[in-house]
């Protein structure tokens, strides 16, 4: 049964660029959150999906967007990158609750 | 913003050594959870502790939580080199968004 999985797994991209990762949840799960986790800091909640809706945000810029597909995959999309975007990006399923949260091995963001 | 703070930042112990790392938080919670970090990559899930519990074990691993402190602790007895990770203990606010701490980085040496 695979977990949580995304892509790519390492992206370099120039100031002012677009960018978009994406999630695949683990089987059965319905929900999707984002994380940015900045080097040696804990991750931050960016903003999670649920039925192909943005349920909840963290205090991130409209720059950072995103999308749940009907089977319920995931997008993250990030404009006018700044440096300060560079990060590791995690994605997190779900099924209804929070504990119990399955992580992807995350994709590392650096912005030049 | 960051829920709270784990304690120590850095752990860095022997081989069959005990490993106890803190986490104070802000908030009212319902429960409290840890997860483990290598090297940078995924986070995985470790235990959770509801607010009306103190203690609770899984394997070599045991959380305390102490809601008049906001705070908690996690322990790992008998560390082995594959312990070796960066811990951070998390808390639910609204819906389903995790806070997460700012995180134990814990290296346990052969």
């Known amino acids: 049964d695979a977990g949580v999985t995304q892509s790519p797994t390492h992206l370099i991209k120039t100031r002012g660029q677009q960018v978009t990762l994406r999630c695949s949840p683990k089987s059965g799960h319905d929900t999707v959150s984002w994380y940015q986790q900045a080097l040696g800091q804990g991750p931050q909640f960016i903003f999670q999906?649920?039925?192909?809706?943005?349920?909840q945000r963290g205090n991130f810029p409209d720059r950072f967007s995103g999308h749940q597909f009907p089977n319920y995959s995931s997008e993250l999309n990030v404009n006018a990158l700044l440096l300060g975007d560079s990060a590791l990006y995690l994605c997190a399923s779900g099924r209804g609750q929070p504990y119990g949260y399955t992580f992807g091995s995350g994709t590392r963001l650096t912005v030049v | 913003s960051q829920q709270g703070e784990e304690d120590p930042q850095a752990l860095s112990i022997q081989e069959g050594e005990n490993a106890t790392m803190n986490c104070s938080y802000k908030t009212s919670i319902n429960n409290l959870q840890w997860y483990r970090q290598n090297s940078g990559r995924g986070l995985v899930h470790l235990i959770l502790i509801r607010s009306n519990e103190r203690e609770k074990h899984s394997g070599r691993l045991r959380v305390t939580l102490d809601t008049s402190k906001k705070s908690s602790s996690l322990l790992i007895t008998a560390s082995r080199a594959a312990d070796t990770a960066s811990y951070f203990c998390a808390t639910r606010r609204g819906f389903q968004k995790l806070v997460f701490g700012t995180g134990t980085r814990l290296l346990v040496s052969p």
């Open positions: 999906y649920y039925e192909e809706e943005e349920r």
